[in-house]
């Protein structure tokens, strides 16, 4: 929370200056009001975090203000302090909104410990507000959380290519996301209406995928008592998604070959072929030059599905995106387990952005989801996560800053460094792998510590 502030009233010039004063000293920005009138026109031309308020005061009293600000600034939470405190009067207060009843003669460090837990209190509600804000900026990009440049440009030419039904070959590590620009593309395409159909090829024996893809005719092979159409069949006017596309075996590469020249389906068992009108989208997570020039992959099939390659890079490569879509993942497993956890504790923030999550977003996302079920209270904090993390255990080698985590802008200064280092200080290749402009990066090498002249 920037610095925060607060509005003090108290018709008792020395109580309320002893106020002013602590309340300055511990940082804050105070103002101070000695009557209700004044304050209640405070609160209509500024913004405050928290109000403390005397209770009984002439004219418009603590009461009046609690309301007006409730009407006015309903984020700002009002202590009430009073000479004149009764059960009755504290249930009052609280029942109405007060955030605490403090009974005058009050010790100091009383009035420090809750106005410190009235801010936190605030803070914590306007972190959660921002959230859900920005998240929902995200939610017309089809569940594809970023905010990372190189991914942003991938979107844009998902959009692109979206409604011209031209084959797209998707790659990148497992759990980076590459089922969500399937369906992305889906969703931007011509055949939004159509069935969106997924297969994983490597889960099948040659047999079987064929069955899945192709389907048969009635007594085709024993057991087949009726007619089953495949997946390309049933996803006629719609898209077909085919994970990891490499790990099928040769003969069935001629197959998909002759679905995707002829648009059209020969079912096991049959001697007619069917047509069927279908956009075929496909992924894999292993290197396809590679497999084409080992045999493993026919090189005219990879030239069918490769029309448009989009790559996704790993998430140790968009490190921008781990505190965004840590935050997404929050939302969603507190609404899920039904758990009052709304943050994530700097120092789980510090540690994620130093691992290096070799399984990419699923791994973040299971992370999160583990964090929020072991929670106690309103944050994932260090002890929910696993030991490899707290430990600092990754595949960067960040240093240990005196036991502790480093900061986010120590880590960030870490990491500029170490690029650096991997492009023999080249400015322009460092900003292209940290995803920002040459002159942000200026920027961030100027504000260093350890400044110094990194040339091309």
Request: charged share 30%.
């Amino acid at each position: 929370m920037m610095e925060a502030r607060l509005l003090i009233i108290d018709d008792e010039e020395i109580t309320l200056g002893n106020l002013q004063h602590v309340m300055e000293r511990q940082g804050y920005r105070v103002v101070a009001c000695r009557s209700g009138a004044e304050g209640v026109k405070c609160l209509e031309t500024q913004a405050f975090d928290v109000v403390l308020t005397d209770l009984r005061m002439e004219g418009v009293n603590g009461m009046d203000v609690l309301n007006k600000s409730r009407a006015l600034q309903p984020d700002a939470e009002v202590i009430f302090i009073t000479a004149y405190a009764t059960a009755e009067s504290a249930v009052q207060a609280l029942k109405h909104g007060a955030f605490y009843y403090i009974a005058k003669p009050f010790r100091l460090d009383e009035v420090r410990k809750v106005v410190a837990e009235a801010l936190e209190k605030v803070r914590l509600r306007r972190e959660n507000q921002a959230l859900h804000r920005e998240i929902a900026r995200y939610r017309d990009s089809d569940s594809i959380i970023t905010q990372d440049p190189g991914m942003q440009r991938l979107l844009d030419m998902a959009r692109q290519i979206a409604p011209t039904d031209c084959s797209v070959l998707i790659t990148g590590e497992s759990g980076t996301g590459k089922e969500l620009f399937a369906k992305f593309l889906h969703r931007h395409s011509a055949r939004r209406d159509g069935p969106y159909v997924a297969l994983n090829c490597g889960a099948f024996s040659e047999q079987l995928l064929a069955n899945e893809l192709f389907g048969h005719e009635k007594g085709a092979f024993t057991g087949a008592t009726a007619l089953k159409k495949g997946l390309i069949e049933v996803s006629a006017g719609g898209t077909l998604f085919l994970d990891e596309v490499t790990e099928m075996e040769p003969s069935m590469q001629v197959k998909l070959l002759r679905v995707l020249q002829e648009k059209e389906v020969l079912r096991v068992g049959g001697t007619r072929p069917v047509k069927c009108d279908v956009r075929v989208i496909a992924a894999t997570n292993r290197d396809v030059e590679k497999a084409v020039r080992e045999g493993r992959f026919r090189e005219d099939l990879y030239f069918r599905l490769n029309v448009v390659n989009l790559h996704i890079p790993p998430l140790a490569r968009r490190r921008g995106d781990i505190p965004l879509l840590a935050r997404h993942f929050l939302l969603r497993y507190a609404e899920r387990m039904k758990k009052p956890v709304t943050r994530i504790s700097d120092e789980v923030l510090a540690a994620m952005m130093q691992y290096s999550f070799p399984g990419n977003v699923r791994e973040l996302e299971n992370l999160i989801e583990r964090g929020v079920a072991m929670a106690q209270g309103d944050a994932i904090e260090p002890g929910q996560l696993p030991d490899t993390m707290r430990k600092g255990d990754n595949k960067f080698g960040y240093r240990a800053l005196g036991g502790r985590l480093p900061t986010l802008e120590e880590q960030e200064r870490d990491y500029i460094r170490r690029v650096l280092d991997e492009v023999k200080g080249n400015q322009t290749a460092a900003a292209r792998i940290l995803g920002i402009n040459r002159a942000s990066l200026w920027r961030k090498l100027k504000s260093r510590p350890d400044a110094e002249a990194d040339g091309d």
